[in-house]
């Protein structure tokens, strides 16, 4: 009997990689002769780092460079050597978590620091890129980003635009002869969920500009600023897609990514099992075990198992989806290729309790699983 094990991670109770080791102890104490294959998954969030280097045997690479005020700091990136493969999550380098509340001020946030991750990428020979977008605290389109990788955007007197979105205000034209030549020969896949545009009442300013601080006054500026960016992009290249979905993701990152980089968009746990040959794993797979956190109904809204579940049902295996808590609304994924659902605590557990006690209580979860299925099977 094959399980191929695809959870994402936990959170704040275990990784995707130690939910894989849960699941396998708790099968084999069953069935110590089970096929087990462990594809820890992401959907392109936080865990995407770390879900592909395990499950690719990679490495997690610290790199110094600057946060979104331009302070020092560090992040990190997964590489995957044989695969010259870099795999990025911008919350690292330009999120919002870096700033204090009240430190933060999305008019002149960076996104310089995720242009400093890809250049060290690229200097250690990556051609290959996974981009997990979100939770940035810029609101610059990218603009950040491109500098650091050799793009100038100058204002009417020749001198670079201030940092930040509204520095956008004032830029007259862009320079692309010192972009990085070796972003000539990459391939970037952005593994984005966010359909906003770039632009207007449902884009980067007006939906996330709030959430990281921007008045209302903020948000007219911004906007303002950010249209002056399309302009004169399509000045510059000849197109300014704004409206293609995912250009207004994390502060509009999105836009650079595509117009500048020429990088595909995919929803992100797509990206991800693509990336971790998650298809291959299956093919021949009697079960398929996943699980998260919290699952309920908008668990079918992109997230990690919800997608497992669809590929692995288009292969023909039953999906297990193990949740740490399971809401009763979540019995729809029943309804979309999805054979059972498991609370993996009691309700009633204290948080504290439950968390803490994760990878134990999901080990014995699966095991009562199997247990069970043995002996309906015989």
Known sequence: MKFVLAPDSFKESMSASVAVEAMRRGIHAVRPDAECVGVPMADGGEGTVDAVVDALDGQRITVELQDPLGRPTEATFGYVAHRKLAVIEIAAAAGLELVAPNERDVLRASSSGVGQLIANALDRGATEFLIGLGGSATNDAGVGMLVALGAKFLDASGRPVAPGGAGLKDLDRI??????????????????????????????????????????????????????????????????????????????LGFAFFEFLGAESKPGVEVVAETVGLERAVRGADWVFTGEGGVDAQTMLGKTPFG???????????????????????????????????????????IDEALRRGPQALEQAAAEFVRELIGTAT
């Open 175 to 252: 320079v692309l002869d010192g972009l990085d030549p070796r972003l000539c020969d990459v391939h970037i896949r952005v593994a984005c969920d966010v359909n906003a545009p770039l632009l207007g009442p449902t884009g980067a300013s007006a939906v996330f500009g709030p959430q990281k601080g921007a008045t209302a006054a903020d948000v007219e500026l911004l906007d303002a600023a950010l249209s002056r960016l399309v302009s004169v992009t399509e000045a510059t290249l000849g197109h300014a897609r704004h409206d293609t979905p995912g250009a207004g993701a994390a502060g509009g």
């Open 308 to 350: 497992v579940a669809q590929l692995a049902s288009r292969q023909g295996a039953h999906v297990v989806i193990f949740g740490g808590r399971v809401a009763p609304d979540a019995t729809v994924l029943l309804d979309h290729g999805v054979d059972r659902l498991v609370a993996i605590t009691p309700d009633g557990t204290p």
